[in-house]
């Protein structure tokens, strides 16, 4: 079985940064919000739940091109990741009229997809060439889920107005009739979906590609 390789993916732009070595490890961390309500005459006051908190994803990532036949500063691939902390002024929130960095997802194999924003980033350069130019990093990243596992991406606002209609992220080895299947409970219904995002290849799919998924009936009238 080939290697799978960990990487990260743009999700406003779909541009890939692939990961030169997996991570030796990772971690999961999640905090729930609770008030404590003081009962009287009792020794432990109730909790009350307030609500969930995202689930954060922390890893250290290995970079290093001090074997690369062509000398490539590290920075060629560090700064990719560090352009997905920096606010991009095409994504302005039309009500408040303020910009965000995009969202992204790290992927790993089909075992692990996880939509979030990056919140926290930390690069150390330890191999340097004789000229000063940086051949080996570790990143410290923290990812910070922005949607439960269940839900799908939230609506696209190009679909307002069109009921039922809504926006669905790809994730890495997802076929249209999987889709279908997952969506409609009918594989053969994926032309419906092809037919709704002009899909000239059905068989290419890019992860982290917003798919337009229009309601059965749409097909079927």
């Given at each position: 079985?080939?290697?799978?390789?960990?990487?990260?993916?743009?999700?406003?732009?779909?541009?890939?940064i692939?990961?030169?070595?997996?991570?030796?490890?990772?971690?999961?961390?999640?905090?729930?919000?609770?008030?404590?309500?003081?009962?009287?005459?009792?020794?432990?006051?109730?909790?009350?739940?307030?609500?969930?908190?995202?689930?954060?994803?922390?890893?250290?990532?290995l970079?290093d091109?001090?074997?690369?036949?062509?000398?490539?500063?590290?920075?060629?691939?560090?700064?990719?990741?560090?352009?997905?902390?920096?606010?991009?002024?095409?994504?302005?929130?039309?009500?408040?009229?303020?910009?965000?960095?995009?969202?992204?997802?790290?992927?790993?194999?089909?075992?692990?997809?996880?939509?979030?924003?990056?919140?926290?980033m930390?690069?150390?350069?330890?191999?340097?060439?004789?000229?000063?130019?940086?051949?080996?990093?570790?990143?410290?990243?923290?990812?910070?889920?922005?949607?439960?596992?269940?839900?799908?991406?939230?609506?696209?606002?190009?679909?307002?107005?069109?009921?039922?209609?809504?926006?669905?992220?790809?994730?890495?080895?997802?076929?249209?009739?999987?889709?279908?299947?997952?969506?409609?409970?009918?594989?053969?219904?994926?032309?419906?979906?092809?037919?709704?995002?002009?899909?000239?290849?059905?068989?290419?799919?890019?992860?982290?590609?917003?798919?337009?998924?229009?309601?059965?009936?749409?097909?079927?009238?």
């Amino acid at each position: 079985m080939p290697l799978e390789k960990a990487y990260i993916t743009n999700l406003e732009t779909n541009e890939r940064i692939d990961c030169l070595f997996n991570p030796t490890e990772y971690t999961v961390s999640k905090q729930n919000q609770w008030e404590t309500v003081i009962q009287m005459g009792e020794d432990v006051p109730a909790p009350v739940f307030l609500s969930g908190g995202p689930r954060t994803l922390t890893m250290s990532l290995l970079f290093d091109t001090y074997g690369d036949e062509n000398g490539r500063d590290v920075r060629e691939y560090t700064d990719k990741l560090a352009k997905l902390m920096k606010v991009d002024p095409q994504l302005r929130n039309e009500d408040n009229n303020k910009s965000r960095p995009p969202t992204c997802m790290f992927t790993w194999g089909r075992v692990l997809q996880f939509v979030a924003v990056i919140t926290s980033m930390t690069q150390r350069f330890t191999l340097f060439r004789d000229d000063g130019t940086p051949v080996r990093a570790t990143v410290d990243v923290t990812f910070q889920q922005v949607r439960a596992e269940d839900q799908h991406q939230a609506q696209n606002p190009t679909t307002v107005g069109q009921p039922g209609q809504r926006v669905r992220l790809v994730r890495p080895g997802d076929r249209l009739d999987w889709i279908a299947y997952e969506e409609y409970r009918d594989p053969t219904l994926w032309r419906l979906i092809a037919e709704a995002n002009d899909l000239d290849d059905p068989r290419t799919l890019v992860p982290g590609q917003r798919l337009k998924i229009v309601p059965r009936r749409q097909r079927e009238t």
